[in-house]
Structure formats: C-alpha cells, structure tokens
C-alpha cells in the first residue's frame, strides 16, 4: 500500500466541543478533557471536499491588490480595530458577551457601508426582519439599500449573496448558522467551521474576477 494510499482511507475523529483531532476514536478528547465529544468525519463532509469548484489560476500581482483592499466604514475605532478597514476577501469574526451590542455595531458597520455604495447583505439568525428594521432605526443607521436575509441555511445565504453580487455579508450570528449536508449540530465545531471555512467564500463572480468576493463578518 502506497502512503498515499493510507492518507486517502484515514477517516478523522473532531472533537464537537474544542475541535481537536485524531486518526483514532478516543473516549476522552486530549484537547479539553471532554468525555464521548469525538465524532467521526463523515464521508459527506470529505465528499464535499473534493467536490468544491476549481478555481482558475490567477495573476500573483491582482492578488496582492485585491488583498491590500480595505472597506473603511467611517467608525474609527472599529476601523482601527482591523487596522485600517477590514479587507476585501478576508472573514472577521466578532466575538463578545451576550448584549453588549455586537449586532448593533454589525449593522451600523452594514449601514455605513451600504452608504458607501457597497453591496451588503446583512444575513440576521436571530431577529425577523421587522426586528431588524426597528433596530436600524433606534441606533439611526440609514440602511435603506441594505439587504436583510433572514436565514439559518449556509447554501441559501450563498446562494443569495451570489444573486445580489454582494460584496460584504453580514451574518449574525455563525453560531445559528448550519450546512444542511454536516450532520452536527448547528454551533458545533464541524458546522461553524464548514460554514465559516473557506469553501463558504463567494467565489468571484464568473463574468469579472473581482467582483462579488465576500467578506462575511460574523457576530
Ligand atoms: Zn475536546
């Protein structure tokens, strides 16, 4: 047998709690203690993987202005908080206590930059959409070109992302979040990892190379 062979057979065991990983099943994760939290990769997951779409070579000198590119919102401590806005094509992660004004601030971030005639798609898991228009007009965030997706199912918020030509996508929050085809719990460390990972990345509208890239925010 080949080692390639052998790497292609291995089935992974991730713990649902931490994430840790090992190439046997263990009944206590070395990662966090935790008892029973390791749970097979399931052949969906690595069928998935190898089913993602090619991506065509690129010029290295269009990647390097691509990611030097920063959408500033005007907020300046949030803008400084990224070093200068955040960049095109990367994913940020926003993290906090319950209530202290995380989706707040996404949608004053969304609002501004829908203001600066980006496309934004503001995905809320939590909130209806007269929820959201209610927050949006209690913190005064002119957001009337934002897009508002009210939806928990990673495809449906791609597909739409896809559609609109979004340029930022807002989702609030990834916890919520699940891919249909991941049979973990939505919150686990498979299912935030699939749909925060980088095959959940719009890739770049088919007719321009630039255009449509998403940098999905999470609160
Ligand atoms: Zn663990």
Not at 26 to 37: A, D, E, I, R, V
Not at 190 to 208: D, K, L, T
Request: charged share 20%; with cysteine.
């Amino acid at each position: 047998m080949s080692p390639m062979k052998v790497a292609k057979d291995k089935s992974i065991f991730v713990c649902t709690a931490c994430g840790y990983d090992s190439a046997k099943w263990l009944g206590k994760c070395p990662g966090c203690g935790g008892w029973n939290t390791l749970e097979e990769e399931r052949e969906a997951a690595a069928s998935l993987r190898g089913g993602s779409p090619r991506e065509p070579s690129r010029d290295l000198g269009e990647a390097a202005i691509e990611n030097g590119e920063r959408l500033v919102t005007g907020l300046k401590e949030f803008d400084g908080l990224l070093g200068g806005g955040i960049v095109r094509g990367s994913f940020v992660l926003i993290g906090g206590e319950p209530g202290i004004g995380k989706s707040t601030l996404m949608l004053q971030v969304a609002a501004r930059l829908a203001g600066r005639a980006e496309r934004v798609l503001y995905v809320s898991a939590e909130e209806s959409f007269g929820q959201m228009r209610m927050r949006a007009k209690r913190v005064g965030a002119g957001a009337d070109s934002l897009a508002v997706l009210c939806a928990t199912d990673v495809t449906a918020i791609l597909e739409e992302a896809r559609k609109i030509k979004a340029g930022v996508v807002i989702v609030d929050s990834i916890q919520i979040i699940y891919h249909p085809q991941i049979p973990s719990a939505s919150g686990s460390v498979n299912q935030v990892r699939e749909c925060a990972g980088p095959r959940s990345a719009i890739p770049p509208a088919s007719s321009s190379q630039s255009g449509g890239r998403g940098t999905p925010a999470a609160s």
